[in-house]
């Protein structure tokens, strides 16, 4: 079973980037699609970007196309979100998740601690 860490916790300024990484165990997680997810106080979990098992397709949702860019290295077991030109709505914390498929982006797994990120204005 896959178990899922998120980190690259950060407070940055409207415009500024980070980098988050989710770092997976046990032997399947090459088998996965795998997304992020945004959750923000008071609500629900938000799909920001998936990405298929091999790397080869990708999905991002309409708030993040153009700034965010997933990516995964499955050598490493690590899938990444590079977020760029951040806007103070960015601030929420960010999980991933196995997901069905990048065009079915439903999380299968439980969530994880999450990672926060905090974009002032």
């Known amino acids: 079973q896959v178990q899922l860490v998120e980190s690259g916790e950060g407070l940055v300024q409207a415009g500024g980037s980070l980098r988050l990484s989710c770092a997976a165990s046990?032997?399947?997680?090459?088998?996965?699609?795998m997304g992020w997810f945004r959750q923000a106080p008071g609500k629900e979990h938000e799909f920001v970007a998936g990405i298929s098992a091999r790397g080869s397709s990708t999905n991002y949702a309409d708030s993040a196309k153009g700034r965010f860019t997933i990516s995964r290295d499955n050598a490493k077991n690590t899938v990444y979100l590079q977020m760029n030109s951040l806007k103070p709505e960015d601030t929420a914390v960010y999980y991933c998740n196995a997901i069905r498929g990048v065009g079915t982006p439903d999380p299968i797994r439980s969530w994880g601690q999450g990672t926060q990120v905090t974009v002032s204005s």
């Open positions: 046990g032997r399947t997680f090459s088998s996965y699609a």
